[in-house]
Nanobody, 127 residues
Framework: QVQLVESEGGLVQTGGSLRLSCAAS????????MGWFRQAPGKERELVAH????????YYADSVKGRFTISRDGNSNTVYLQMNSLKPEDTAVYYC????????????????????WGQGTQVTVSE
């Protein structure tokens, strides 16, 4: 069983910054591909960014490109999401996700079979 523990989110003003972290614990010796999703009220859970097990390959949604940075500590299972130039539309519950390194399917916010999920943390950006 893989468990993901996220840091607390918070309230920040427009233009501010916030860093989220997520630590995954699972099978010894396994380095997971990890990512972040977010879900705003009344909207679908959307992919924000993901990073592969080596840290060498990253992806960002167009809405956050240039503002958010996903990173990890070497090949550890701790991942960070540095969020800069925050906007009110970034307000959402942010979820950390992890996947087995050999799973190559799409990152799916509705999938609990191939994705492990954190509990979610609220990020609120005020006007």
């Amino acid at each position: 069983q893989v468990q993901l523990v996220e840091s607390e989110g918070g309230l920040v003003q427009t233009g501010g910054s916030l860093r989220l972290s997520c630590a995954a614990s699972g099978r010894t010796g396994t380095t997971y591909n990890m990512g972040w999703f977010r879900q705003a009220p009344g909207k679908e859970r959307e992919l924000v960014a993901h990073i592969d097990w080596s840290g060498g390959d990253t992806y960002y949604a167009d809405s956050v490109k240039g503002r958010f940075t996903i990173s990890r500590d070497g090949n550890s299972n701790t991942v960070y999401l540095q969020m800069n130039s925050l906007k009110p539309e970034d307000t959402a519950v942010y979820y950390c996700a992890a996947r087995e390194p050999m799973y190559y399917g799409v990152w799916d916010g509705n999938d609990s079979e191939n994705h492990y999920w954190g509990q979610g943390t609220q990020v609120t950006v005020s006007e």
